[in-house]
T-cell receptor
């Protein structure tokens, strides 16, 4: 079984450039989550979707961040323009429900470096 | 690379010994808890979970203990192996309508 798939695995870009991160959740999962992980702040929830609809985006740091889920098998997280402080590992996770009875399964992450 | 930040608590154990990793959770309304293992360069991986109507749950070589009175969660790993070396996170659900809240993590280092 393929787990959560993320691409690219590594991204190096320059400040001011647009960055798009991609995620394919596990087939049949209704929930999709985007997290950011840094040494300073640990794992932070940015946004999550239920049945392709954004439910809670209160964790999105600012308007430079946006996320979409055009269908059940694909989601993107976009940063425009990117800044050095956005450097982190970004994880996508999916679950059958919102964690009460089903756990979240994480992808391998995208390591973003903004120079 | 990543900026300098807080150092993770580290637990160093000898191969073959038992390991106990502790976690204090914050929300008394949390009723579902998960332990994740994160190896270097990988995403968090589910290990074991427990609901608040239980105080102990066992898996293969792992046991999770829940003490709701003091809001404490622990993960016990029996006969620790080098492959167990990783960062371990506890997570709580913040109540039935909550999102998962992750702890800062504990780094487990297994000495051969």
């Amino acid at each position: 079984d393929a787990g959560v798939i993320q691409s690219p695995r590594h991204e190096v870009t320059e400040m001011g450039q647009e960055v798009t991160l991609r995620c394919k959740p596990i087939s049949g999962h209704d929930y999709l989550f985007w997290y950011r992980q840094t040494m300073m702040r640990g794992l932070e929830l940015l946004i999550y979707f239920n049945n392709n609809v954004p439910i809670d985006d209160s964790g999105m740091p600012e308007d430079r961040f946006s996320a979409k889920m055009p269908n059940a098998s694909f989601s993107t997280l976009k940063i425009q323009p990117s800044e050095p402080r956005d450097s982190a590992v970004y994880f996508c996770a999916s679950s059958l429900s919102r964690g009460r009875t089903d756990t979240q399964y994480f992808g391998p992450g995208t390591r973003l470096t903004v120079l | 690379g990543e900026s300098v930040g807080l150092h993770l608590p580290t637990l160093s154990v000898q191969e073959g010994d038992n390991s106990i990793i502790n976690c204090a959770y914050s929300n008394s309304a949390s009723d579902y808890f998960i332990w994740y293992k994160q190896e270097s360069g990988k995403g968090p991986q589910f290990i074991i979970d427990i609901r608040s109507n239980m105080d102990k749950r066992q898996g293969q070589r792992v046991t999770v203990l829940l003490n709701k009175t003091v809001k404490h969660l622990s993960l016990q790993i029996a006969a620790t192996q080098p492959g167990d070396s990783a960062v371990y996170f506890c997570a709580e659900n913040g109540g039935s309508q909550g999102n998962l809240i992750f702890g800062k993590g504990t780094k487990l280092s297994v000495k051969p």
